[in-house]
């Protein structure tokens, strides 16, 4: 499918980055005027998919993450692209929500989210080896203009 008006971040896969990735999608859905009730929501989950790739994905190692987003009809879609070994995220299972949450373990949490967040999640093995995840979240406006973050 064609994604219109699209929006394209290329940087090092870092931690201390992610403040950058959560403003350029917010911005970028704002200008593509996605439904502003939406935007937060999107936000988190490539904010959770975005620190998956960087953490567990590259492990320390150097790496670069890529970051698309755009419209496919009245669907924001964003795209992450990142050189790490193959993960596919449907392979996760679900974290057992039954357990008191002192019983927990530590994260696990990030994958659960972002299905439960967003309308549709793809995952597939890129030709070079990496990954390309498709989140995909309906509510999107017609585009007509944009707004900064604080």
């Given at each position: 499918?064609?994604?219109?008006?699209?929006?394209?971040?290329?940087?090092?896969?870092?931690?201390?980055?992610?403040?950058?990735?959560?403003?350029?999608?917010?911005?970028?859905?704002?200008?593509?005027?996605?439904?502003?009730?939406?935007?937060?929501?999107?936000?988190?989950?490539?904010?959770?998919?975005?620190?998956?790739?960087?953490?567990?994905?590259?492990?320390?190692?150097?790496?670069?993450?890529?970051?698309?987003?755009?419209?496919?009809?009245?669907?924001?879609?964003i795209r992450l692209r990142d050189q790490a070994p193959p993960f596919d995220p449907n392979d996760v299972p679900p974290p057992d929500l039954n357990l008191p949450l002192e019983e927990r373990p530590f994260g696990g949490m990030g994958v659960y989210l972002i299905g439960k967040i967003m309308d549709q999640v793809i995952h597939l093995v890129t030709p070079q080896g990496g990954n390309e995840l498709t989140l995909k979240k309906g509510m999107v406006k017609h585009p007509q203009g944009g707004n900064k973050c604080p």
């Amino acid at each position: 499918m064609r994604m219109d008006a699209e929006s394209t971040l290329r940087m090092t896969a870092e931690l201390k980055d992610l403040s950058v990735i959560r403003c350029f999608v917010q911005e970028a859905a704002a200008v593509l005027q996605a439904d502003p009730t939406v935007i937060p929501d999107v936000v988190l989950a490539v904010n959770e998919a975005a620190t998956n790739i960087i953490v567990h994905g590259y492990g320390g190692r150097p790496g670069i993450i890529e970051i698309k987003v755009g419209r496919e009809g009245d669907s924001l879609v964003i795209r992450l692209r990142d050189q790490a070994p193959p993960f596919d995220p449907n392979d996760v299972p679900p974290p057992d929500l039954n357990l008191p949450l002192e019983e927990r373990p530590f994260g696990g949490m990030g994958v659960y989210l972002i299905g439960k967040i967003m309308d549709q999640v793809i995952h597939l093995v890129t030709p070079q080896g990496g990954n390309e995840l498709t989140l995909k979240k309906g509510m999107v406006k017609h585009p007509q203009g944009g707004n900064k973050c604080p």
